[in-house]
């Protein structure tokens, strides 16, 4: 399907929400998919690529939205892809893993996972490690494969699907409700941690700790060389797709009863927290000097780090799941009403 591109002035772009002081958000683009856009967008050079449920897997230039080229990936993407050495890595949900020359959509290798009596419903994206991909699957198997190639170097498996991507220094979790620390270089499994409910985020690790959320509603710390508890927060709700970001000082989390929570992230210690109006599936990033969230009501929030102030927000036409930081301050986001944006608040972070 050929994408649609329009670009709005700031008078059009302005979305109202709860927000009562909040600041209006300039709408740069957006693009129009034939499905769900739930493909958190790698933005690299003058690019962004990502996956939407129309099958289709495309590069967009990233100061018009424009399209560079699509391929027909066969399935449903939904995972975050991966950008690196001009060449991007992506899957989708017929358990293909594949690498395309970053340029022009060419596909330079292909990895078929298994199928697995796990159920479809969010896939765990790459992550570059020591010069091999990791990337979790539908089957609860953690995969190590060689960038060059798609060769696999080793897996190892876990009692369940893994949804949220691992993290480069060692780390993945599990709908079997297990955080697993492994040696990157080999797969060889270090230590678990049972953290009592289903893990779908991507750990974050720093200063020594290793930070995630869980479906029970917990934020846990542990340490990162023995697997000991360091702290536990509970949100009160659940914790689904949100990972944990640590930037400004603080941990920041989203929760289904639409709170972001801003946390110490030494002892875990609520700083401030926010409270919108839908679940929160996105994982929170920095741009322009704030941090920014989607909900399942469309609503994209942002919010000055150091107070949990909102400074502006923006309403797309469905849930916002997926977001990255893009050029110049700005933010792409992708959404349920089959688009993918570039907002910008109009007034900057203050």
């Known amino acids: 399907m050929t994408g649609i591109v329009v670009a709005l002035s700031l008078s059009a772009a302005i979305a109202n929400s709860s927000g009562q002081n909040a600041g209006p958000v300039l709408e740069i683009w957006k693009y129009k998919t034939g499905g769900f856009v739930d493909c958190v967008p790698a933005v690299g050079g003058d690019s962004v690529y990502a996956g939407s449920w129309d099958h289709r897997?495309?590069?967009?230039?990233?100061?018009?939205?424009?399209?560079?080229?699509?391929?027909?990936a066969g399935d449903?993407?939904?995972?975050?892809p991966l950008l690196v050495g001009g060449k991007v890595v992506f899957c989708s949900w017929n358990r293909l893993v594949r690498c395309l020359d970053a340029r022009d959509g060419r596909e330079l290798w292909r990895f078929p996972m298994p199928a697995s009596g796990f159920d479809d419903h969010r896939q765990g994206g790459p992550v570059l490690s020591g010069g091999k991909v990791l990337v979790g699957g539908f089957d609860g198997v953690l995969?190590?494969?060689?960038?060059?190639?798609?060769r696999k170097e080793w897996s190892f498996s876990t009692g369940g699907p893994i949804r949220g991507k691992a993290a480069p220094e060692g780390f993945v979790g599990s709908e079997d409700g297990f955080l697993y620390a492994f040696d990157p270089a080999t797969g060889a499994v270090k230590w678990r941690f049972d953290a009592g409910g289903a893990i779908n985020g991507t750990p974050a690790v720093t200063g020594g700790l290793v930070s995630f959320g869980c479906?029970?509603?917990?934020?846990?710390?542990?340490?990162?060389?023995r697997g000991g508890e360091a702290w536990r927060y509970d949100t009160g709700s659940r914790i689904e797709y949100s990972s944990p970001?640590?930037?400004?000082?603080?941990?920041?989390?989203?929760d289904c009863a639409g709170v972001l929570h801003a946390l110490r992230p030494d002892d875990g210690k609520a700083a401030w927290t926010f409270h919108g109006a839908a679940p929160i599936y996105s994982s929170p990033v920095i741009s322009g000097g704030l941090v920014v969230f989607g909900d399942n009501a469309g609503e994209v929030r942002?919010?000055?780090p150091s107070s949990g102030r909102e400074r502006s927000n923006f309403r797309a036409g469905g849930a916002v799941q997926a977001l990255a930081p893009g050029p110049e301050g700005s933010v792409l986001?992708?959404?349920?009403?089959?688009?993918i944006y570039r907002l910008k608040p109009a007034g900057g972070a203050a």
């Open 245 to 254: 970001l640590v930037a400004e000082k603080l941990l920041f989390v989203g």
């Open 333 to 339: 986001c992708g959404s349920r009403d089959g688009h």
């Open 143 to 150: 995969y190590a494969l060689d960038l060059e190639t798609g």
């Open 215 to 225: 479906r029970n509603g917990r934020v846990y710390a542990l340490d990162a060389a």
């Open 302 to 304: 942002f919010i000055d």
């Open 57 to 72: 897997f495309f590069a967009l230039e990233s100061r018009s939205g424009l399209m560079r080229w699509s391929i027909d």
């Open 76 to 80: 449903f993407v939904d995972a975050a």
